[in-house]
Nanobody, 124 residues
Framework: QVQVVESGGGLVQPGGSLRLSCTVSGRTFRVYAMGWFRQAPAKEREFVAGIGWSGRETIYQDSVKGRFTISRDNAKNMVDLQMNSLKPEDTAVYYC?????????????????WGQGAQVTVSS
């Protein structure tokens, strides 16, 4: 059974930075593409960023390009989301997801395993 656990959420002021981490259990982490999604209050869950199993291929939602960076460490079974220049509209519950595929996808149904979510609040 694969388990996905997020950490690192919290409260930050606009313009600030926050780093989310995601740990995936199991010995086959390297075969999973990983994605970060978010869901703001009263909104649908949306794609934020994804990274292929090798770590060389990344994709981002347009609104976070240049501000967010996704990375992974296959030796540690971890994927991180570094978030800079945060805006109030980035406030949401952020979810980490794992899917058994080579390249990341922006589609939620491409991912099989999901974490419980980490709250990120951007407010002054």
């Amino acid at each position: 059974q694969v388990q996905v656990v997020e950490s690192g959420g919290g409260l930050v002021q606009p313009g600030g930075s926050l780093r989310l981490s995601c740990t995936v259990s199991g010995r086959t982490f390297r075969v999973y593409a990983m994605g970060w999604f978010r869901q703001a209050p009263a909104k649908e869950r949306e794609f934020v960023a994804g990274i292929g199993w090798s770590g060389r291929e990344t994709i981002y939602q347009d609104s976070v390009k240049g501000r967010f960076t996704i990375s992974r460490d296959n030796a540690k079974n971890m994927v991180d989301l570094q978030m800079n220049s945060l805006k109030p509209e980035d406030t949401a519950v952020y979810y980490c997801a794992a899917g058994r595929m080579v390249l990341a996808s922006s589609l939620q149904n491409a991912y099989e395993y999901w974490g419980q979510g980490a709250q990120v609040t951007v407010s002054s």
